[in-house]
């Protein structure tokens, strides 16, 4: 038979492992709860993410659009100026103001001397124009 040392060696041996699995279990619900309370935080930041590439995506959209936009603006006064050009040097031609004061872009040519840049400036037709009616290009 068990002598009584080492039945209250055994008791106490017991009561300290009750005591820590008391412990443990006390420990393990805290980790339980702590990892509940971040699946929450995870789902909620899980949320605000796809809500923000949703929003994201469409601000894309609307730059594409507003880019689109303006890029069909910008032909549009384009194609104003043109046609606002067109019109001046038309009624300047039809008033007999000469081709030099109506268009700066065109050189008269007679024996006249232009920079590079200057030459380069001018619209194809007007650097035709001045070469062949004895214009010069210096550097």
Do not use: C, H, W, Y
């Not at 935080?41 to 796809?50: G, H, P, Q, V």
């Not at 031609?93 to 001018?122: H, N, Y």
């Amino acid at each position: 038979m068990f002598q009584s040392k080492e039945i209250a060696s055994l008791k106490a041996a017991l009561l300290d492992a009750q005591t820590s699995g008391a412990s443990a279990a006390a420990v393990l619900q805290e980790a339980q709860a702590e990892l509940a309370s971040a699946t929450s935080i995870n789902a909620e930041l899980s949320a605000s993410l796809d809500a923000l590439n949703a929003t994201v995506a469409e601000n894309a959209a609307a730059l594409a659009a507003a880019e689109a936009a303006t890029i069909a603006a910008d032909a549009r006064a384009v194609a104003a100026e043109a046609a606002v050009d067109a019109q001046v040097l038309e009624r300047l031609a039809s008033a007999g103001v000469d081709p030099i004061k109506r268009d700066p872009q065109a050189k008269d040519g007679d024996g006249q001397t232009l920079t590079r840049a200057e030459f380069e400036a001018l619209k194809p037709s007007a650097r035709s124009k001045f070469i062949k009616e004895g214009g010069k290009v210096t550097a």
